[in-house]
Each structure stands twice: as C-alpha cells, then as structure tokens.
T-cell receptor, first 115, second 116 residues
Framework: NAGVTQTPKFQVLKTGQSMTLQCAQD?????MSWYRQDPGMGLRLIHY???????DQGEVPNGYNVSRSTTEDFPLRLLSAAPSQTSVYFC??????????????FGPGTRLTVT | GNSVTQMEGPVTLSEEAFLTINCTYT??????LFWYVQYPGEGLQLLLK?????DKGSNKGFEATYRKETTSFHLEKGSVQVSDSAVYFC???????????????FGKGTKLSVKP
C-alpha cells in the first residue's frame, strides 16, 4: 500500500512551458485534491475531484487544468508556466464520506521552479 | 467564509519546554478540526483531529481541545523534543450539509524549532 504518490519530486520549467504533475493513490479514495504551498500562505486548494469524471475548482485554479479519468489518478496540468507558479504542490486523497470526518492523506510533494 | 487563523512563527523553544500554538477558526456548519505536521522535506501528516465540540484530540504527547464557545483548537505539548521541530498547520473541514465537499482550509502554518 503506497498511499499517495507524486512525480516528479523536483522540476524546473521555463516561462511558457507546459507540464503535468502526476498523482496516484491506491486506497480507492473517491476524493482527490491538489494544493499549492507558498511561504507564509499555508496550503491553498487548486482543484479537487469527488470521483472519476467529476472535477471542481478550489481557491486558486487559474493557470491549472485537471481531469479525472480513473479513481486512482488525478494529474495537474500547467498550461503555460509562469514564475508565479513556483511553489510546492501537494496531492491529497480521502474517502468521500463523513466516516473519517474528511481526514486527508497527502503525497510527498513536487517542488516546481519556473524561471 | 470559512477561515483558520494560527499564531505566526517561528517559535523557538528549548527541549522540555511547554508548547502552545494558538488556532482559531470561523466556519458555518459543523466543522471537523485538524492539526497536521510537516517535517523538513516531507509532505503533511495528520497529527490529531477532533470532530465535535469538547472533543480532545491527542497523539504523540500533543493535545488539542475543540472549543466551540471560543472557536479555538489550540495545540499543546507538555515537554517538546528536538524531533518535534517541524511546521504545524491547523485546518478545518466544513461539514455543511448545504453542499460543502468537506474541503480542507488551512492556517498559514507555524514553524517550531526546538533547541537541545
């Protein structure tokens, strides 16, 4: 049981490039989410999904795209990278019920630098 | 809207000192409250949680009590160790039956450094 995995761990992009951050979980969780962590800002929700084929925006969705074709995977796409997207990105998952009171499980993070 | 406010850091303590990190929240509905910990270079791990008023969450010597009357969830530990050095995040998950998805809302984090 690997939990939540993210790849890559580190990435450097040039402004305007696109890329996909990968996230996978093996806990059969319906709910998955992406956060970005910036100094002094805590974690802010980018997008989330409550199941395959269903996604919705969080607090800071601009410049990011997501899709959810399987329960296991929830990739985050940067369409045209900007320096403001330099951050650490965390993927998380949980059961889509109140059973665990919405406790989320986090991946190890991807550190992205845009130059 | 829902929000979490926690004390700004960094907090520097000597080993065996008493720790308090303040956290207050604003929420509609019936939120669950969490403390997550992030060790250097790692992702977030759940430290403890409380799901209703007057619940006390505890783990690894840390405790926090859900106080609805003061909308607070302060983290405490009686005797910190060097290994407790990390960033601590207070968070809430809104269980608003009006349609909230139970997304987590985080405070900005408090960095704790414990010196030997």
């Amino acid at each position: 049981n690997a939990g939540v995995t993210q790849t890559p761990k580190f990435q450097v992009l040039k402004t305007g490039q696109s890329m996909t951050l990968q996230c996978a979980q093996d806990m059969n969780h319906e709910y998955m989410s992406w956060y970005r962590q910036d100094p002094g800002m805590g974690l802010r929700l980018i997008h989330y999904s409550v199941g395959a084929g269903i996604t919705d925006q969080g607090e800071v969705p601009n410049g990011y795209n997501v899709s959810r074709s399987t329960t296991e995977d929830f990739p985050l796409r940067l369409l045209s990278a900007a320096p403001s997207q330099t951050s650490v990105y965390f993927c998380a998952s949980r059961e889509n019920s109140a059973a665990n009171f919405y406790e989320q499980y986090f991946g190890p993070g991807t550190r992205l630098t845009v130059t | 809207g829902n929000s979490v406010t926690q004390m700004e850091g960094p907090v520097t303590l000597s080993e065996e000192a008493f720790l308090t990190i303040n956290c207050t929240y604003t929420a509609t509905g019936y939120p669950s409250l969490f403390w997550y910990v992030q060790y250097p270079g790692e992702g977030l791990q759940l430290l403890l949680k409380a799901t209703k008023a007057d619940d006390k969450g505890s783990n690894k010597g840390f405790e926090a009590t859900y106080r609805k009357e003061t909308t607070s969830f302060h983290l405490e530990k009686g005797s910190v160790q060097v290994s407790d050095s990390a960033v601590y995040f207070c968070a809430l998950s809104d269980m608003d039956y009006g349609g909230s998805q139970g997304n987590l809302i985080f405070g900005k984090g408090t960095k704790l450094s414990v010196k030997p």
